[in-house]
């Protein structure tokens, strides 16, 4: 029996305690996709990418997949390395 990822997905976010976890985890998964895009935008490799930024590999992985939560320096040396531009927006609840 194969379930969907989305009707998986669903049928656990209707436990309330699995959402509140899965919605506190929100920011730290957001900040992850938006790296990769930075450095799919760049058309950069991980190896390149943690080349340019003085690092390894498994540290690029680590951070785009969610492992790691960067450091407001390592995301500027992201910016950097991939041409983009940090931005930090706080919105009302």
Not at 24 to 48: D, H, K, M, N, V
Not at 62 to 68: I, K, M, V
């Amino acid at each position: 029996m194969t379930i969907a990822f989305e009707k998986l997905k669903a049928r656990l976010l209707a436990n309330p305690k699995v959402k509140a976890e899965y919605d506190a985890l929100a920011p730290e998964f957001e900040i992850a996709a938006e790296l990769l895009r930075a450095r799919l935008r760049a058309g950069l490799s991980q190896t390149e990418l943690a080349a340019r930024m003085g690092t390894s590999q498994s540290t690029i992985a680590r951070l785009e997949n969610g492992q790691t939560l960067p450091s407001t320096k390592t995301l500027l040396r992201f910016a950097e390395a991939t041409g983009s531009k940090m931005h930090v927006r706080l919105s009302a609840a």
